[in-house]
């Protein structure tokens, strides 16, 4: 699966972005995708995930500002962020892991990813 995100940029504090993924390749509809981040400095996180189907969703503590969802009939992902904060600001990633029968969104946020895209840089001025 090649994983294209894009979507990112320079927002004010309280503002929205809503970013994307495009996913080619294989089926898209049989993989659980997930956003990360990465932070200057920092490692990698967790943000949230989501269900081959989209029935099922898991976030980190992101206080309710961040929805993830997909189209499958557009093999796309999106993550929409509201009420941004500066500690937002990160390179944003999505990720893809072939799902399986009784999968959880929530066990993306310990699994190991199949598919990595490039990040899409997010800055979030105060």
């Known amino acids: 699966v090649q994983l294209q995100a894009s979507g990112g940029g320079l927002v004010q504090a309280g503002g929205s972005l809503r970013l994307s993924c495009a996913a080619s390749?294989?089926?898209?509809?049989?993989?659980?995708m997930g956003w990360f981040r990465q932070a200057p400095g920092k490692e990698r996180e967790f943000v949230a995930a989501?269900?081959?189907?989209?029935?099922?969703t898991y976030y980190a503590n992101s206080g309710g500002r961040f929805t993830i969802s997909r189209d499958n009939a557009k093999n796309t992902v999106f993550l929409q962020m509201n009420s941004l904060k500066p500690e937002d600001t990160a390179v944003y990633y999505c990720?893809?892991?072939?799902?399986?029968?009784?999968?959880?969104?929530?066990?993306?946020?310990?699994?190991?990813?199949?598919?990595w895209g490039k990040g899409t840089l997010v800055t979030v001025s105060s």
């Open positions: 989501i269900t081959r189907s989209g029935g099922g």
């Open positions: 990720a893809a892991r072939l799902g399986f029968a009784g999968d959880t969104a929530q066990a993306m946020a310990q699994s190991s990813m199949n598919y």
């Open positions: 390749g294989r089926t898209f509809s049989n993989y659980a």
